[in-house]
């Protein structure tokens, strides 16, 4: 059974960092597409990061470019991204998602407030 | 790609078929032949949940009563008999190019 688990989410204030991981089981990374996905708090979705399955196309939303970085580890079952000068908009729950196979996390909140 | 879901809420009686509409702002049609037109649906608590995938498509398990058409830059979802597990907000996605989203369509039972 395939499970996504994010991680990392909090409270963090505005032009901060933070790193949400997503662990992998029953499968690897390297056979999936995996997009990050938020959700904020009014229940918009927006995609922020698109990474193929061997890393070698990475693309982000016009909202995070520069300065969110997606990246998975070696053994390839855990997706990290970087989060860095957060803004009060980056307020939203975190999913990490393949859509196509219909794989979801459960999300992890991240609230940017000072 | 701008997505843009009419109604934004509905409200229908059990039994009753539901539709939403989804235009994008530029085609779908991919250079590969395939159009990435996505539905979602999303229940309280729970993330999104795929339901239709390239126009038409049904997502294993999804019931019959889900239907997906359109083409280029109009696309619909019906739910022909509406019933109470339905609830919940349904998203129209394309993954085209960048993966965007639709506003959300939120359905209720009057």
């Known amino acids: 059974e395939v499970q996504l688990l994010e991680s990392g989410g909090g409270l963090v204030q505005p032009g901060g960092s933070l790193r949400l991981s997503c662990a992998a089981s029953?499968?690897?990374?390297?056979?999936?597409?995996m997009n990050w996905i938020r959700q904020f708090p009014g229940k918009g979705l927006e995609c922020v990061s698109s990474?193929?399955?061997?890393?070698?196309?990475?693309s982000y939303s016009d909202s995070v470019k520069g300065r969110f970085t997606v990246s998975i580890d070696s053994a390839r079952t855990t997706m990290y991204l970087q989060m860095r000068s957060l803004r009060v908009d980056d307020t939203a729950t975190y999913y990490c998602?393949?859509?196509?196979?219909?794989?979801w996390g459960q999300g992890t909140l991240v609230t940017v407030s000072s | 790609i701008v997505m843009t879901q009419t109604p934004l809420s509905s409200r229908v009686t059990l039994g009753q078929p539901a539709s939403i509409s989804c235009r994008s702002s530029?085609?779908?049609?991919?250079?590969?032949?395939?159009?990435?037109l996505t539905w979602l649906h999303q229940r309280p608590g729970q993330p999104p949940r795929l339901l239709i995938y390239?126009?038409?498509n049904r997502f294993s398990g999804v019931p019959d009563r889900f239907r997906g058409s359109g083409a280029g830059t109009d696309f619909t979802l019906t739910i022909s008999r509406v019933e109470a597990e339905d609830v919940g907000i349904y998203y129209c996605?394309?993954?085209?190019?960048?993966?965007?989203f639709g506003q959300g369509t939120k359905l209720e039972i009057k």
């Open positions: 998602a393949n859509v196509a196979n219909d794989y």
């Open positions: 029953g499968f690897t990374f390297s056979n999936y597409a």
């Open positions: 990474i193929s399955g061997n890393g070698g196309y990475i």
């Open positions: 530029q085609s779908l049609l991919d250079s590969d032949g395939n159009t990435y």
């Open positions: 390239k126009v038409s």
């Open positions: 996605m394309q993954g085209t190019q960048f993966p965007t």
